[in-house]
């Protein structure tokens, strides 16, 4: 009676012990969470003046702005989505449609999982070899490149997954009233899945906007004012790098106020790939 | 006809994500073939990178890369488990979402930001009240002195390490959320009918059945730890020396790609950072790829206890 009793309160104190280690855990994850939002907002809001969006970036100890890098981050993002994303798409519509559980299939499958979370700095050496290298000289193309092969597999797995979700029974009307597999795709599975989809390439735009590594010696960065996409192009990650590891106080300034427009820019896009576009529900 | 061009279409498509990865490594074997070809094995376990005398061994990063990545893990295994554990067992539904999503945030900020704030913000504080208590209070125990020996400098191993922990968490923890729900209900009900605790349902129903995912995760983290540039860059010191002090400045093979690769002069300096980032590629690909054959094999599995 005394051993069970005793045995009785060792399992509950166990339990009342690990389950405080698990609020206390997750508190830990609050407070470095507050603690990074509220360094950023109250360092960066102080910096952003209307001077930060109609100005280009300055040489130490005088005034300036962040537009130059503004516009070429803009430009590297799309050019990085409209390059890989449709790849993506077609990719995952092989391995959904066509590929399904054939050898090929499921060798992509893995290798693009594996590239999803592969150190993007090492894309950014493979493009400076093979376009930077070959060109003789750092470009926006270099960068846009690097960018697209980071969205690729993003959209590989959450096209495959959303078209996925489409029931067969879609495909299978469509086939017996006679229209050819590709008409099926693109008329009624895309149609279907177009939600599911746009929140996948929404969320790599929302990944590649914060990318720094890959850039760092494909577009590289440029201090003047520059859209040419065969020219180094300044963005917001490389000229923050910079401003923040020099040691000028008015570049510092301009450091954090990137870094805050990028963040927000950042988690709007995942605020609006989360809410405003949500994946459909197929009553199977 | 159409039909057969669209399906060639998304065939090459996948082909292309295929050689894709294909031709990194092939580019990077072909750019670091001059370095390894010159330096031989002994390349990796040199310690020299001096660019004056165009003497490279990887070494230093290699070891700086191990040494922040492990340390990460250490820090952010028990961390994501408590987190998961408090999402999926411990809150009401409607907080659920919430908390999943304020965690997710972590994963969002981009790591230049983790840069920038562990330079500026989180070195300053821990050189000044961490560090000096932690040195004087590990003095003369045998292993924790060395490690915690040297100058508060603020930026070094340690603090790369405990940044990454904090930025490798998130992705531990959606991958645990989405195993730890894969137990089929029915086994965690039984065992709560028996009178079991909430830890002990954890522990010995729910963890015993996800053990490949669970692995799979710390995998998936370890991952991306081993090549995570940016915050690393801002606050490891960037030297190459390997120190038995966690407070002392080192160098990863990311930081070192990071910092050096533009400025690099004469070949043997740049082919020296091809095979850098060639051994890097390598390590990862393994790491993630056990990984995904962890994380497949335990999906396999629940779909066939579903089905049964």
Known sequence: ?284 | MVDGIFRFLTRAAAGLTFLIVMGVLLALALGAYPALHKFGIGFISSSQWNPVTQEFGAAPAIVGTLITSFLALLLAVPLSFGITVFINELTPPWLKRPAAIAIELLAAIPSIIYGMWGLFVFAPWFAEHAQPWLTEHSAGWPLLGMLFDGPPMGIGMFSAGLILAIMITPFITAIWREVFALVPAVLKESAYGLGATTWEVIWKVVLPYTRAGVIGGIMLGLGRALGETMAVTFVIGNAHDISPSLFMPGATISSTLANEFTEAVGDMYLSSLFAIGLILFIITFIVLGAARLLLSRLRAKSLQSAAA
């Open chain 1, 1 to 284: 009676m005394n051993m069970s009793r005793l045995l009785y309160i060792q399992r509950r104190a166990t339990n009342l012990v690990t389950m405080a280690f698990a609020v206390l855990a997750m508190g830990v994850g609050l407070f470095w969470l507050s603690w990074l939002l509220w360094t950023l907002f109250s360092s960066g809001m102080p910096a952003i003046q209307v001077s930060v969006f109609t100005q280009i970036t300055p040489p130490p100890g005088s005034n300036g702005g962040l537009l130059n890098a503004i516009v070429g981050s803009v430009i590297l993002t799309l050019g990085g989505v409209l390059l890989g994303a449709p790849i993506g798409v077609l990719a995952g519509t092989y391995l959904a449609e066509f590929g399904r559980d054939s050898r090929l299939a499921a060798t992509v499958r893995f290798i693009s999982d594996v590239l999803l979370s592969a150190p993007s700095i090492i894309i950014g050496v493979f493009v400076y070899e093979i376009v930077v290298r070959r060109s003789g000289h750092f470009s926006a193309w270099a960068g846009i490149g690097a960018l697209a092969i980071i969205v690729l597999p993003v959209v590989v797995r959450t096209s495959e997954d959303m078209l996925r979700l489409v029931p067969n029974t879609m495909r299978e009307a469509a086939a017996a009233l006679g229209a050819p597999q590709w008409k099926v795709t693109l008329m009624i599975v895309y149609r279907a899945a177009r939600a599911g989809i746009l929140t996948g390439i929404l969320l790599s735009v929302a990944r590649i906007s914060g990318e720094t590594a890959p850039l760092l010696f494909t577009a590289l960065n440029n201090q003047f004012w520059s859209t040419s996409l065969d020219q180094p192009i300044a963005n917001l990650p490389a000229v923050i790098f910079q401003f923040a590891m020099s040691p000028y106080e008015d570049w510092h300034r301009l450091a954090w106020a990137g870094a805050l427009i990028i963040t927000l820019g950042v988690l709007l896009l995942n605020i609006l790939a989360r809410s405003v576009l949500r994946p459909p529900r197929f009553s199977a």
